[in-house]
């Protein structure tokens, strides 16, 4: 898990998500990072992180929120060590092949509702004489919605609040009593103002009215 190509700060109990799906031939892949609640180095699994995203985000929030016409078909976990963390790593990709259950005309494949997790202070300063600024929001945008869901190419409410379910399903996965907490990552040579993490935890988040494009990285 490199930023950049600078080396991240190692981390021991790291985990990454994948939602992996496919929408009018395209492939839709939804990447997100994570710290297990776990106090010492422990290789924690794989398979456990998959299936509960499985089960506590598709079955209950995505799969009822999205057209027919989408299609999960895995999600993917890795767990393990970052950097020089001296963890092994596992890593599992849990089989799905499920819709949407939305009945109605879809929207382009590139059109996606966006969400976003920030913790309670967002910006990095890195070193250096012109010190660029990284925010740590983390932003994740879903494709796969209908034309219903939407008026002029904002959301309506009852979508918004459906995704909110989302949003919040994803910043805390339980996997067997392991618990998976949203983060972001910084490089080792960040200068942080505040007692904040390596690997800030994501705590707050939203939901952009606006639909936004998966073209374009911009909000």
Not at 6 to 12: F, H, K, N, Q, T
Not at 96 to 101: A, I, K, P, W
Not at 189 to 213: C, I, Y
Request: hydrophobic share 40%; proline share 7%; net charge neutral.
């Amino acid at each position: 898990m490199a930023f950049g190509d600078v080396a991240p700060i190692p981390a021991a109990n790291f985990g990454v998500i994948q939602l992996n799906g496919m929408l009018q031939g395209q492939s839709i892949i939804q990447r997100i990072g994570y710290l297990a609640n776990v106090g010492v180095p422990v290789s924690a699994p794989a398979k456990p992180l998959a299936q509960a995203v499985v089960a506590q985000v598709w079955t209950t929030n995505l799969k009822p929120l999205l057209s027919s016409t989408y299609t999960l078909t895995s999600v993917y976990a890795q767990t393990g060590g970052v950097g020089s963390a001296a963890v092994p790593t596992d890593e599992h990709t849990e089989a799905v092949n499920e819709q949407g259950t939305v009945v109605g005309d879809a929207l382009p494949a590139w059109v996606s509702a966006g969400i976003y997790f920030q913790p309670s202070n967002d910006p990095i300063y890195c070193a250096g004489p012109t010190p660029p600024l990284f925010e740590r929001k983390s932003f994740h945008r879903f494709s796969g919605l209908v034309e219903t869901q939407q008026s002029n190419g904002l959301l309506d409410s009852a979508t918004i609040a459906a995704f909110s379910a989302v949003m919040n399903n994803l910043l805390v996965i339980n996997a067997s009593s392991t618990f998976w907490t949203a983060r972001v990552t910084r490089p080792a040579n960040t200068l942080v103002g505040g007692n904040d993490s390596a690997f800030t935890p994501l705590s707050l988040g939203g939901v952009r009215q606006k639909l936004s494009s998966m073209l374009s990285r911009k909000y």
